[in-house]
T-cell receptor, first 113, second 112 residues
Protein backbone atom coordinates (compact mmCIF):
# COMPACT_ATOMS: atom_id res chain seq x y z
CA UNK A 1 0.00 0.00 0.00
CA UNK A 2 0.83 3.75 -0.02
CA UNK A 3 1.92 3.97 -3.64
CA UNK A 4 2.58 7.30 -5.32
CA UNK A 5 3.02 7.68 -9.05
CA UNK A 6 4.37 10.51 -11.18
CA UNK A 7 3.88 11.26 -14.82
CA UNK A 8 5.83 11.73 -16.94
CA UNK A 9 8.97 10.01 -15.70
CA UNK A 10 11.07 12.20 -17.94
CA UNK A 11 10.43 15.13 -20.26
CA UNK A 12 12.48 17.20 -22.66
CA UNK A 13 11.13 20.56 -23.69
CA UNK A 14 12.20 23.73 -25.44
CA UNK A 15 13.00 26.86 -23.52
CA UNK A 16 9.93 29.03 -23.05
CA UNK A 17 7.40 26.22 -23.02
CA UNK A 18 5.42 25.00 -20.00
CA UNK A 19 5.57 21.52 -18.58
CA UNK A 20 3.02 19.82 -16.33
CA UNK A 21 3.97 17.04 -13.93
CA UNK A 22 1.31 14.90 -12.27
CA UNK A 23 1.53 13.27 -8.85
CA UNK A 24 -1.06 10.67 -7.89
CA UNK A 25 -1.67 8.69 -4.73
CA UNK A 26 -2.87 5.35 -6.09
CA UNK A 27 -4.26 3.54 -3.07
CA UNK A 28 -4.95 6.25 -0.52
CA UNK A 29 -6.29 9.76 -0.30
CA UNK A 30 -3.87 12.56 0.43
CA UNK A 31 -5.04 15.95 1.55
CA UNK A 32 -1.42 17.05 1.64
CA UNK A 33 1.21 16.49 -1.01
CA UNK A 34 4.68 17.95 -1.34
CA UNK A 35 6.87 18.93 -4.27
CA UNK A 36 10.63 18.63 -4.05
CA UNK A 37 13.51 19.40 -6.32
CA UNK A 38 16.75 17.45 -6.16
CA UNK A 39 20.09 18.50 -7.60
CA UNK A 40 22.77 15.91 -8.33
CA UNK A 41 24.36 14.39 -5.25
CA UNK A 42 22.24 16.49 -2.93
CA UNK A 43 19.33 15.93 -0.62
CA UNK A 44 15.77 16.84 -1.46
CA UNK A 45 14.79 20.49 -1.40
CA UNK A 46 11.17 21.23 -0.53
CA UNK A 47 9.56 23.60 -3.01
CA UNK A 48 5.99 23.73 -1.81
CA UNK A 49 3.25 22.06 0.19
CA UNK A 50 0.14 21.27 -1.79
CA UNK A 51 -3.17 21.18 0.08
CA UNK A 52 -6.31 19.80 -1.47
CA UNK A 53 -8.85 22.50 -2.13
CA UNK A 54 -6.64 25.40 -1.11
CA UNK A 55 -3.62 27.32 -2.30
CA UNK A 56 -0.22 25.78 -2.07
CA UNK A 57 2.32 27.04 0.44
CA UNK A 58 5.65 27.85 -1.17
CA UNK A 59 9.06 27.77 0.46
CA UNK A 60 11.14 30.89 0.58
CA UNK A 61 12.80 31.61 -2.73
CA UNK A 62 10.41 29.51 -4.82
CA UNK A 63 8.46 31.58 -7.33
CA UNK A 64 4.78 30.71 -7.15
CA UNK A 65 4.11 32.15 -10.59
CA UNK A 66 6.90 30.05 -12.02
CA UNK A 67 5.92 26.79 -10.38
CA UNK A 68 2.14 26.50 -10.43
CA UNK A 69 0.64 23.89 -8.15
CA UNK A 70 -2.90 22.58 -8.30
CA UNK A 71 -4.33 20.01 -5.89
CA UNK A 72 -7.82 19.58 -7.26
CA UNK A 73 -8.60 16.16 -5.82
CA UNK A 74 -7.57 13.94 -2.93
CA UNK A 75 -5.43 11.82 -5.21
CA UNK A 76 -3.90 14.28 -7.66
CA UNK A 77 -1.56 17.23 -7.45
CA UNK A 78 0.06 18.86 -10.45
CA UNK A 79 3.15 21.00 -10.79
CA UNK A 80 3.43 23.20 -13.87
CA UNK A 81 6.79 24.71 -14.68
CA UNK A 82 5.87 27.79 -16.68
CA UNK A 83 8.11 29.34 -19.32
CA UNK A 84 10.78 26.80 -18.58
CA UNK A 85 14.45 27.72 -18.92
CA UNK A 86 17.55 25.53 -18.90
CA UNK A 87 18.18 26.34 -15.23
CA UNK A 88 14.85 24.66 -14.42
CA UNK A 89 16.32 21.36 -15.58
CA UNK A 90 16.27 19.10 -12.56
CA UNK A 91 14.78 16.03 -10.89
CA UNK A 92 11.36 16.82 -9.45
CA UNK A 93 9.88 14.49 -6.86
CA UNK A 94 6.49 14.58 -5.20
CA UNK A 95 5.36 12.96 -1.99
CA UNK A 96 2.02 12.36 -0.37
CA UNK A 97 1.27 12.35 3.32
CA UNK A 98 -0.32 9.19 4.69
CA UNK A 99 -0.61 8.35 8.38
CA UNK A 100 2.15 10.67 9.60
CA UNK A 101 4.50 9.40 6.92
CA UNK A 102 5.43 10.72 3.50
CA UNK A 103 5.55 8.39 0.53
CA UNK A 104 7.48 9.54 -2.52
CA UNK A 105 6.82 9.24 -6.20
CA UNK A 106 9.47 7.90 -8.59
CA UNK A 107 10.45 11.38 -9.75
CA UNK A 108 10.35 13.27 -13.03
CA UNK A 109 13.53 14.21 -14.87
CA UNK A 110 13.08 17.55 -16.68
CA UNK A 111 15.52 18.71 -19.31
CA UNK A 112 14.97 22.15 -20.82
CA UNK A 113 16.87 22.80 -24.03
CA UNK B 1 17.02 25.90 7.69
CA UNK B 2 16.86 23.04 10.09
CA UNK B 3 18.77 19.96 9.11
CA UNK B 4 19.67 16.61 10.50
CA UNK B 5 23.29 15.60 10.96
CA UNK B 6 23.66 12.30 9.17
CA UNK B 7 26.83 10.25 9.37
CA UNK B 8 28.82 8.80 7.85
CA UNK B 9 28.50 10.51 4.48
CA UNK B 10 29.61 7.40 2.63
CA UNK B 11 30.66 3.83 3.29
CA UNK B 12 32.42 1.18 1.27
CA UNK B 13 31.84 -2.34 2.58
CA UNK B 14 32.21 -5.93 1.47
CA UNK B 15 29.19 -8.05 0.74
CA UNK B 16 28.07 -9.79 3.91
CA UNK B 17 29.24 -7.07 6.27
CA UNK B 18 26.96 -5.10 8.54
CA UNK B 19 26.62 -1.34 8.28
CA UNK B 20 25.36 1.27 10.68
CA UNK B 21 24.40 4.90 10.13
CA UNK B 22 22.85 7.53 12.35
CA UNK B 23 21.23 10.91 12.45
CA UNK B 24 21.31 13.47 15.21
CA UNK B 25 19.66 16.79 15.82
CA UNK B 26 19.58 19.55 18.36
CA UNK B 27 15.79 19.55 18.10
CA UNK B 28 13.26 17.01 19.29
CA UNK B 29 11.47 14.97 16.62
CA UNK B 30 8.14 13.19 16.86
CA UNK B 31 8.75 10.89 13.92
CA UNK B 32 11.88 9.45 12.35
CA UNK B 33 11.85 8.01 8.84
CA UNK B 34 14.53 6.18 6.91
CA UNK B 35 14.50 6.16 3.11
CA UNK B 36 16.66 4.57 0.41
CA UNK B 37 17.08 6.23 -2.96
CA UNK B 38 18.42 4.51 -6.05
CA UNK B 39 19.84 6.62 -8.92
CA UNK B 40 17.08 8.26 -10.94
CA UNK B 41 14.37 7.12 -8.56
CA UNK B 42 12.37 8.62 -5.74
CA UNK B 43 13.13 7.73 -2.11
CA UNK B 44 11.54 4.53 -0.88
CA UNK B 45 10.44 4.29 2.74
CA UNK B 46 12.36 1.63 4.67
CA UNK B 47 11.30 2.13 8.26
CA UNK B 48 9.09 4.60 10.15
CA UNK B 49 9.51 5.24 13.88
CA UNK B 50 6.89 7.02 15.95
CA UNK B 51 7.81 6.52 19.61
CA UNK B 52 10.92 7.38 21.61
CA UNK B 53 12.88 4.22 22.30
CA UNK B 54 11.07 2.28 19.57
CA UNK B 55 13.15 -0.41 17.87
CA UNK B 56 11.77 -1.65 14.56
CA UNK B 57 13.01 -4.23 12.09
CA UNK B 58 12.23 -4.74 8.43
CA UNK B 59 14.04 -7.82 7.18
CA UNK B 60 17.78 -7.17 7.46
CA UNK B 61 17.14 -3.58 8.51
CA UNK B 62 16.80 -2.40 12.08
CA UNK B 63 16.20 1.16 13.20
CA UNK B 64 15.74 2.82 16.55
CA UNK B 65 14.15 6.06 17.68
CA UNK B 66 16.48 7.55 20.30
CA UNK B 67 15.14 7.91 23.81
CA UNK B 68 15.99 11.63 23.80
CA UNK B 69 14.00 12.06 20.56
CA UNK B 70 17.05 13.74 19.04
CA UNK B 71 18.64 10.82 17.24
CA UNK B 72 18.02 7.64 15.31
CA UNK B 73 20.14 4.89 13.82
CA UNK B 74 19.71 2.39 11.00
CA UNK B 75 21.55 -0.91 10.81
CA UNK B 76 21.78 -3.15 7.78
CA UNK B 77 22.94 -6.68 8.46
CA UNK B 78 24.58 -9.08 6.02
CA UNK B 79 24.74 -6.55 3.20
CA UNK B 80 24.10 -7.60 -0.39
CA UNK B 81 24.94 -5.79 -3.64
CA UNK B 82 21.40 -4.45 -4.07
CA UNK B 83 21.79 -2.51 -0.81
CA UNK B 84 23.83 -0.01 -2.82
CA UNK B 85 22.21 3.41 -2.84
CA UNK B 86 21.78 6.57 -0.84
CA UNK B 87 20.14 6.35 2.55
CA UNK B 88 18.36 9.39 3.97
CA UNK B 89 17.04 9.98 7.44
CA UNK B 90 14.14 12.37 7.83
CA UNK B 91 12.17 13.65 10.75
CA UNK B 92 9.03 15.47 11.69
CA UNK B 93 9.44 18.01 14.46
CA UNK B 94 7.08 18.90 17.25
CA UNK B 95 4.64 21.71 16.71
CA UNK B 96 2.55 20.16 14.00
CA UNK B 97 4.76 21.00 11.04
CA UNK B 98 4.14 18.61 8.19
CA UNK B 99 7.45 19.34 6.55
CA UNK B 100 10.14 16.70 6.67
CA UNK B 101 13.64 17.65 7.73
CA UNK B 102 16.23 15.61 5.85
CA UNK B 103 19.73 14.46 6.49
CA UNK B 104 22.25 14.90 3.70
CA UNK B 105 22.29 11.22 2.91
CA UNK B 106 24.78 8.38 3.13
CA UNK B 107 26.06 6.75 -0.02
CA UNK B 108 26.56 3.01 0.45
CA UNK B 109 28.77 0.96 -1.82
CA UNK B 110 28.83 -2.82 -1.45
CA UNK B 111 31.66 -4.72 -3.09
CA UNK B 112 30.66 -8.23 -4.17
Amino acid sequence: GAVVSQHPSWVICKSGTSVKIECRSLDFQATTMFWYRQFPKQSLMLMATSNEGSKATYEQGVEKDKFLINHASLTLSTLTVTSAHPEDSSFYICSAKHQETQYFGPGTRLLVL
Amino acid sequence: GQQLNQSPQSMFIQEGEDVSMNCTSSSIFNTWLWYKQDPGEGPVLLIALYKAGELTSNGRLTAQFGITRKDSFLNISASIPSDVGIYFCAGLTQGGSEKLVFGKGMKLTVNP
